[in-house]
């Protein structure tokens, strides 16, 4: 018996704590494509990126291009001058994956690019939602854009526009 009244209490006291909690949405797309600075930043990422991928398939048409030559000349040439122009072209394709490597890999030059960017950006998104969330008493907000699970909410709980009117961005 003392087990079932503490079961219904522990239950009882889940319950209301469940209750207590004030939930809220944000549409994380929604509120960047509001924010000129964000167009501006992804824009300037697309330009970088552009240049620097111009430079990687430069370096690779070059390799691709030491290697056309390779085949039309490699009945006329020794053993020696193979080898040494086979070692070129495999430096020069090696190149080519390290430059790309370094502009787009895991750490690559985009990535830190994009974080110097985006950085202050999302930090002052984060300080806005932080800002609304203590002011309303919301315990819990869960982005729209990337919960692909939330079948639906109901849009009296998005505060996607009080973010962007928080930062200035009145819609």
Do not use: H
Not at 65 to 70: E, H, Q, V, W
Not at 157 to 168: A, E, F, M, Q, R
């Amino acid at each position: 018996m003392k087990k079932n009244l503490l079961i219904t209490a522990l239950f009882c006291l889940v319950g209301f704590t469940a209750n207590a909690q004030k939930f809220a949405l944000i549409d994380m797309e929604y509120i960047l494509k509001n924010i000129p600075a964000y167009e501006r930043a992804n824009e300037q990422l697309n330009q970088i990126s552009k240049r620097w991928q111009g430079e990687v398939e430069a370096m690779a048409l070059e390799a691709q291009t030491l290697y056309k030559n390779y085949q039309s000349e490699a009945v006329f040439l020794s053993e020696e001058q193979k080898t040494a122009k086979e070692e070129e072209i495999v430096a020069k394709e090696k190149e080519a994956q390290e430059l790309k490597r370094k502009y787009f890999g895991p750490e690559g030059e985009l990535y830190k690019k994009r974080e110097s960017l985006m950085a202050p950006i999302q930090d002052e998104i984060y300080t806005a939602v932080k800002e609304i969330c203590e002011a309303k008493g919301y315990t819990v907000v869960i982005d729209r854009a990337s919960a692909s699970s939330i079948i639906y909410a109901s849009p009296k709980i998005d505060i996607s526009n009080d973010v962007l009117v928080k930062l200035g961005y009145a819609n």
